[in-house]
C-alpha cells in the first residue's frame, strides 16, 4: 500500500509565523502536490513537482513555497502565516508509471492561523 | 483553462433510494475525469475513472461529452455510501488533477 505521511495532523500559528507543512511518500513516487482543502470551494492545487528540485505552480501559489529536495519527501512553507491560510492542507503523490490521475493523499494537516 | 463545477453541495437520500451526484466540466479537449471520494476520517481516495467503465461499491458514472457531464450514479444507496465526492479532470498530457467543490453525500436510515 502507497503511504503518504503528513508529519502535522494539528497545527496552530501566530500570524506572521514562518509554517512548515512536511510529506513523506515511500513508493518513489515522481509526482508530489500540495492541495488545500476548504468547505464550498473544494480542493486547489498549491504547488507540484514531477522530480526533485523541480517545482510549478498550481492554481493558488500566492504566500506558499516549496521545496523538494528528496524525491520522496515534499515540503510546504507558509514563510509569513495569515489568517486567511488557515485550512487543511492535503498532500498528495502519484507515480509516472501508473495510469494518470489517480492521486495518493495523506491525511492532512489542519493549519489554524491566529 | 478547464474547469470542473458540482451543484450540489449537500445531497440527502433514503437509504435504498437511487443517488445521482452531479458534475459538469469545461476543458477544449478530451479530458479524463475521475471521482474521489472521502470517508469520515479517512484519507481522499479514488472511486473511479471514466477511462476504466468499471464499476465501484456499485457506483457507475457515465462521461457525456455532448453535455460535458460525469455524473455518478448509484440504483440503491447504502448508509456507509454517506462521505463527500469529489469530481475531478486531467487535461491531456497533465499530470495534476483540477477538483470541483464537491458534494456531501448523507445516505438517511
Known amino acids: 500500500d502507497v503511504k503518504v505521511t503528513q508529519s502535522s495532523r494539528y497545527l496552530v500559528k501566530r500570524t506572521g509565523e514562518k509554517v512548515f507543512l512536511e510529506c513523506v511518500q515511500d513508493?518513489?513516487?515522481?509526482?508530489m502536490f500540495w492541495y488545500r482543502q476548504d468547505p464550498g470551494l473544494g480542493l486547489r492545487l498549491i504547488y507540484f513537482?514531477?522530480?526533485?528540485?523541480?517545482?510549478e505552480k498550481g492554481d493558488i501559489p500566492e504566500g506558499y513555497s516549496v521545496s523538494r529536495e528528496k524525491k520522496e519527501r515534499f515540503s510546504l512553507i507558509l514563510e509569513s502565516a495569515s489568517t486567511n491560510q488557515t485550512s487543511m492542507y492535503l498532500c498528495?503523490?502519484?507515480?509516472?508509471?501508473?495510469?494518470?490521475?489517480?492521486?495518493?493523499f495523506g491525511e492532512g494537516s489542519r493549519l489554524t492561523v491566529l | 483553462a478547464q474547469r470542473v463545477t458540482q451543484p450540489e453541495k449537500l445531497l440527502s437520500v433514503f437509504k435504498g433510494a437511487p443517488v445521482e451526484l452531479k458534475c459538469n466540466y469545461s476543458?477544449?479537449?478530451?479530458?479524463?475525469l475521475f471521482w474521489y471520494v472521502q470517508y469520515s476520517r479517512q484519507r481522499l481516495q479514488l472511486l473511479l475513472r471514466?477511462?476504466s467503465r468499471e464499476s465501484i461499491k456499485g457506483f457507475t458514472a457515465d462521461l457525456n461529452k455532448g453535455e460535458t457531464s460525469f455524473h455518478l450514479k448509484k440504483p440503491f444507496a447504502q448508509e456507509e455510501d454517506s462521505a463527500m465526492y469529489y469530481c475531478?479532470?486531467?487535461?491531456?498530457?497533465?499530470?495534476?488533477?483540477?477538483f470541483g467543490s464537491g458534494t456531501q453525500l448523507t445516505v438517511l436510515p
Open positions: 498528495a503523490s502519484s507515480s509516472s508509471l501508473t495510469p494518470p490521475g489517480e492521486l495518493f
Open positions: 513508493m518513489d513516487h515522481e509526482n
Open positions: 513537482s514531477y522530480d526533485v528540485k523541480m517545482k
Open positions: 476543458y477544449s479537449g478530451s479530458p479524463e
Open positions: 471514466h477511462i
Open positions: 475531478a479532470l486531467l487535461p491531456i498530457s497533465a499530470r495534476q488533477l483540477t
